[in-house]
């Protein structure tokens, strides 16, 4: 899946002349939390809604209501806005967007297409993309095995789950620590399939049952 399936487009955005007070109100009007920052067509910087909290004036402040709104017209976006913006194109693989916001702790990625800001995805985005992708689904079976470490295993489980009855709504690969050592984890989602007998022919072929959850 490409970014382009799932990101927002038409983002709303401020210029780097905008108010804090103006941003401010635009994150809470509109639900927001990211906010790409645009001058002359060209993406210069992003306001969070964490950036807002940050410059907000403490609840405890003894200023007057006018002296507060007059405070936060006077403070631009140039002043508080990140300058340097990790993005994303709409062709760029959805797992890597998740990668880039997990490896430099963001929420969001603005999405440029020949230089110009065309969308932005965020971490709900990409949340709701995965649930999709593995098709969760409460009638569904989870089950998460060990797959035996020997050419043909998995073919082997994919065919035992037919003949169980079940059908592979999705499957997820990964690798964890079994036993002190990394091996493969195998998650499916199925469907229509018998539990016990499937757990017993799967154990009964060298792989792990770690859990099943119907």
Known sequence: MLVEKRMKHDPVTVSPEDSFRHAMTLIRQKGIRHLPVVEAGQLVGIVTDRDIRQTSPSPATSLEIHELHYLLERVKIREIMTRKVYTVTPETP?????????????????????????????????????????????????????????????????????????????????????????????????????????????EAGGHTVLSVLS
């Open 94 to 202: 959805i797992e890597e967007a998740a990668r880039l916001m997990l490896e430099h702790k963001i929420g969001g990625l603005p999405v440029l297409q020949a230089g110009r800001l065309v969308g932005i995805i965020t971490e709900t985005d990409i949340l709701r993309a995965f649930v999709e992708v593995i098709g969760i689904q409460q009638e569904q079976t989870r089950l998460e095995l060990v797959l035996e470490d020997r050419p043909g295993a998995f073919l082997e489980v994919c065919q035992t789950i037919q003949e169980q009855g079940g059908d592979i709504v999705s499957v997820v690969s990964a690798t964890a620590s079994h036993r002190d050592e990394e091996r493969k984890v195998l998650i499916f989602r199925l469907e229509g399939v018998q539990v016990d007998p499937l757990v017993q022919r799967l």
